[in-house]
């Protein structure tokens, strides 16, 4: 069993920041990619952000130069930057990961949600 356990979201005003945390634990051989998502109420959950074991990073267009994914690969544990966070960036956040539970088995998993809500 693979467990992501998410911390960090919360209730920021527009223009402030906050850092997410997701934390792989379990039955892990290694982590491939791992990524962030989000789901605001009412539309379909869209990739924010994802990053590869080697550190190659994708954005999503919306978040370009203002939030930033990173890993750290002995901690089974990657992170979410957001700068300058505006009003639509309110949604759940979910980590995911493409855990290789051996040699040649991958699974995705996916962490629980934390709840991000920017005021404007």
């Known amino acids: 069993q693979v467990q992501l356990v998410e911390s960090g979201g919360g209730l920021v005003q527009a223009g402030g920041s906050l850092r997410l945390s997701c934390a792989a634990s379990g039955s892990i051989f290694s982590i491939n990619a791992m990524g962030w998502y989000r789901q605001a109420p009412g539309k379909q959950r869209e990739l924010v952000a994802v990053?590869?074991?080697?550190?190659?990073?994708n954005y999503a267009d919306s978040v370009k130069g203002r939030f930033t994914i990173s890993r750290d690969n002995a901690k089974n544990t990657v992170y979410l930057q957001m700068n300058s966070l505006k009003p639509e960036d309110t949604a759940v956040y979910y980590c995911?990961?493409?855990?290789?539970?051996?040699?040649?088995?991958?699974?995705?998993?996916w962490g629980q949600g934390t709840q991000v809500t920017v005021s404007s």
């Open positions: 990053i590869t074991s080697r550190g190659s990073t």
């Open positions: 995911n990961a493409a855990v290789v539970v051996v040699a040649t088995l991958t699974y995705d998993y």
